[in-house]
């Protein structure tokens, strides 16, 4: 398996609280994705990251920001938790040159009551 | 809205038969990957094929890819009950981007 690692796992927070989930790989890929899965809706991407200090929104980055500091991590920040934001968080990562494939993290189980 | 749409939402075949999803997309890629996912983990790459393809094999995998229909199938033959999880497409946008966007999946369930 990629070395790909997220934590926490699983995570129960409050509305209101900030709330932030960490991706860490060792495969020093460049590229880094943070999606939610939710039912009927499948993967959608949040943020991802081309780089160090380089990120872009995907289609549903509302309330949500990353950061990477380092290759190996990416953050992602809910400011202030929702419940619509109760998901499976997913990262992947991807050396992307156009040709390869995604390695996905196990996932990070967040509610929010 | 995501880009793509796999079809059906939910499968069910005897153990043995072939089981056929499909994938439609809206952009112009510049490759198209399968993946599957077992409850409860994540997602596992299983074929990709590049937009000048049109099939490709892998073991008991067979995809296909039609660009001016923004189309792909994902073919499972004899199918096993380990094959039971859900399949996504993924689509790498030829936009200069370097976004992997997923459609919303087919759950297969195979019925030993």
């Known amino acids: 398996d990629a070395g790909i690692t997220q934590s926490p796992r699983h995570k129960v927070t409050e509305t209101g609280t900030p709330v932030t989930l960490r991706c860490h790989q060792t495969e020093n890929h460049r590229y880094m994705y943070w999606y939610r899965q939710d039912p009927g809706h499948g993967l959608r991407l949040i943020h991802y990251?081309?780089?160090?200090?380089?990120?872009d929104k995907g289609e549903v980055s509302d309330g949500y920001s990353v950061s990477r500091s380092k290759t190996e991590d990416f953050l992602l920040t809910l400011e202030s938790a929702t419940s619509s934001q109760t998901s499976v968080y997913f990262c992947?990562?991807?050396?992307?040159?156009?040709?390869?494939?995604?390695?996905f993290g196990q996932g990070t189980r967040l509610t929010v009551v | 809205s995501q880009q793509g749409e796999e079809d059906p939402q939910a499968l069910s075949i005897q153990e043995g038969e072939n089981a056929t999803m499909n994938c439609s997309y809206k952009?112009?890629?510049?490759?198209l990957q399968w993946y599957r996912q077992n409850s409860g983990r994540g997602l596992v790459h299983l074929i990709l094929i590049r937009s000048n393809e049109r099939e490709k094999h892998s073991g008991r995998l067979r995809v296909t890819l039609d660009t001016s229909k923004k189309s792909s199938s994902l073919l499972i033959t004899a199918s096993r009950a380990a094959d039971t999880a859900s399949y996504f497409c993924a689509t790498d946008e030829n936009f200069g981007n370097e976004k992997l966007t997923f459609g919303t999946g087919t759950r297969l369930t195979i019925i030993p």
């Open positions: 952009t112009s890629i510049n490759n």
């Open positions: 990251s081309y780089g160090v200090k380089d990120t």
């Open positions: 992947a990562i991807s050396e992307r040159d156009r040709e390869t494939e995604a390695f």
